[in-house]
């Protein structure tokens, strides 16, 4: 028998427990209970769902984290701008003239090659050929029958950096290219490596879409720019110097007048 249907007391005994001072505490009515007893079994073999909904609810009305969530985009702002903010650029240094005399002065037409090549430890460029990816360079340049003078080549290195300033010192290639490049009026312009190549081409495609096409430069009377791997990247990947020496055929192509 139930504990219920114990308590189902008449009137005469509801008195005479009264009358000894005993309280009783009667149940809901036996309709009503049926259906807690359901629900409680339910929300125990079924917890898990109440509780995420609960959360989302709690989520979706809360006015104050709803509104803190409005302005989370404020830390990808930052982000975003943080180059800006430590003045981080691309540089460029001055052109200096491949394969003449020490201190000669540059001269007009030829090949311009623009090249990622960052500064050493001390902030300072070292020569050109040195090392095995200049070593490199000077290969591919020869391979096109460069160094004998007769065509002048300029080399322009590029990095990212703060710019100092300072005379001499590299500037920004937004500003500075454009001035220098027509001061040497080259036939061509050779970017090697993304970063030359994504700021020549203003696009921030990879490199490996940007090469293997001539594009002209308005801000240098329609001269063709022609992307293609550095050598420190071919010394990592060899199987690309194939595409590279086609690179390097097509460069000499805008260059050669046609006939």
């Given at each position: 028998m139930?504990?219920?249907?114990?308590?189902?007391?008449d009137?005469?005994?509801?008195?005479?427990?009264?009358?000894m001072?005993?309280?009783?505490?009667?149940?809901?009515?036996?309709?009503?209970?049926?259906?807690?007893?359901?629900?409680e079994?339910?929300a125990?073999?079924?917890?898990?769902?109440?509780?995420?909904?609960?959360?989302?609810?709690?989520?979706?009305?809360?006015?104050?984290?709803?509104?803190?969530?409005?302005?989370?985009?404020a830390?990808?702002?930052?982000?975003?701008?943080?180059?800006v903010a430590?003045?981080?650029?691309?540089?460029?240094?001055?052109?200096?003239?491949l394969?003449?005399?020490?201190?000669?002065?540059p001269?007009?037409?030829?090949?311009?090659v623009?090249a990622?090549?960052?500064?050493?430890?001390?902030?300072?460029?070292?020569?050109?050929?040195?090392?095995?990816?200049?070593k490199?360079?000077?290969?591919?340049?020869?391979?096109?029958?460069?160094?004998?003078?007769?065509?002048p080549?300029?080399?322009?290195?590029t990095?990212?950096?703060?710019?100092?300033?300072?005379p001499?010192?590299?500037?920004?290639m937004?500003?500075?290219?454009?001035?220098?490049?027509?001061a040497?009026a080259?036939s061509l312009v050779?970017?090697?490596?993304p970063?030359a190549?994504?700021?020549?081409?203003q696009?921030?495609?990879?490199?490996?879409?940007?090469?293997?096409?001539?594009?002209?430069?308005?801000?240098?009377?329609?001269?063709?720019?022609?992307?293609?791997?550095?050598?420190?990247?071919?010394?990592?990947?060899?199987?690309?110097?194939?595409?590279?020496?086609?690179?390097?055929?097509?460069?000499a192509?805008?260059?050669?007048?046609?006939n």
């Amino acid at each position: 028998m139930s504990a219920v249907q114990t308590l189902k007391l008449d009137a005469r005994q509801r008195a005479m427990l009264d009358e000894m001072g005993v309280k009783v505490w009667w149940p809901m009515p036996e309709v009503a209970e049926a259906p807690r007893v359901a629900v409680e079994t339910k929300a125990v073999a079924a917890e898990p769902p109440p509780v995420e909904e609960t959360r989302e609810r709690f989520v979706a009305e809360a006015p104050a984290p709803a509104a803190r969530s409005a302005a989370a985009p404020a830390p990808a702002a930052r982000s975003a701008a943080a180059p800006v903010a430590h003045g981080a650029a691309v540089l460029v240094e001055a052109p200096r003239r491949l394969y003449a005399e020490a201190g000669a002065a540059p001269a007009l037409g030829g090949w311009l090659v623009v090249a990622d090549m960052p500064p050493e430890a001390d902030g300072r460029h070292g020569e050109p050929f040195a090392g095995d990816a200049g070593k490199l360079l000077d290969n591919m340049l020869r391979a096109l029958k460069l160094h004998d003078g007769k065509t002048p080549v300029h080399l322009m290195r590029t990095h990212r950096g703060v710019a100092a300033g300072q005379p001499g010192s590299p500037r920004p290639m937004a500003e500075a290219f454009e001035e220098q490049a027509a001061a040497l009026a080259p036939s061509l312009v050779l970017a090697m490596g993304p970063l030359a190549a994504q700021s020549l081409m203003q696009s921030g495609d990879p490199l490996g879409k940007l090469r293997g096409r001539a594009v002209p430069l308005a801000s240098i009377q329609g001269v063709s720019v022609v992307a293609t791997y550095h050598p420190a990247y071919l010394l990592r990947n060899p199987a690309d110097k194939a595409r590279a020496w086609a690179d390097l055929c097509l460069a000499a192509e805008q260059q050669t007048p046609s006939n």
